[in-house]
């Protein structure tokens, strides 16, 4: 990874970070730390800042939802990227794609979201990240 780069931030990242109890939690904490010390320039959506913290709220408890949401104010650099119109549109063209079982919504728009930002890499735990073509962290 370069110094710098902008890196994706999926829910299943932060999920595993929120949650000791993760199954991904130790590689997610080894991969965030890597990140920070190479400076990564880090971006999530609105759609997955909603998923997460609905996740966080429904299987851990709504304190863990709420003092994950208020950490996000505290990274310096995060961007919070808008979800457009057009990148529902474009999200839905994935489903057409026979060998992405099980796609949510969220990763759809995530995909083309990313794809606008021209941003290459994405710090997530699922395979459809790698199976449309983006570089892996975690």
Same mark, same amino acid.
């Given at each position: !990874?370069?110094?710098?780069? $902008? /890196?994706? /931030? =999926?829910?299943?990242?932060?999920?595993?970070?929120?949650?000791?109890?993760?199954?991904?939690? &130790? %590689?997610? %904490?080894?991969?965030?730390?890597?990140?920070?010390?190479?400076?990564?320039?880090?971006?999530?959506?609105?759609?997955? @800042? +909603?998923?997460?913290?609905?996740?966080? &709220? *429904?299987?851990?408890? *709504? &304190? /863990?939802?709420? #003092?994950?949401?208020? #950490?996000?104010?505290?990274?310096?650099?995060?961007? /919070?990227? &808008?979800?457009?119109?057009?990148?529902?549109? %474009?999200?839905?063209?994935?489903? $057409?794609?026979? =060998?992405?079982?099980? +796609?949510?919504? @969220?990763?759809?728009?995530?995909?083309?979201? !990313? $794809? %606008?930002?021209?941003? *290459?890499?994405?710090?997530?735990? =699922?395979?459809?990240?790698?199976?449309?073509?983006?570089? !892996?962290?975690?």
């Amino acid at each position: !990874m370069r110094t710098g780069e $902008e /890196v994706f /931030v =999926d829910s299943g990242g932060w999920i595993a970070l929120a949650l000791s109890r993760d199954p991904h939690h &130790d %590689r997610a %904490r080894q991969a965030w730390e890597a990140l920070r010390a190479a400076g990564a320039r880090l971006r999530t959506s609105i759609p997955v @800042v +909603l998923e997460t913290f609905t996740f966080l &709220d *429904r299987n851990a408890t *709504r &304190d /863990v939802a709420l #003092s994950w949401k208020e #950490s996000l104010s505290g990274l310096r650099g995060l961007r /919070v990227l &808008d979800c457009k119109a057009a990148d529902l549109e %474009r999200g839905w063209s994935y489903f $057409e794609r026979t =060998d992405l079982h099980k +796609l949510s919504a @969220v990763d759809a728009t995530s995909f083309a979201i !990313m $794809e %606008r930002e021209g941003i *290459r890499r994405a710090f997530a735990f =699922d395979h459809h990240f790698a199976a449309v073509g983006f570089l !892996m962290v975690g």
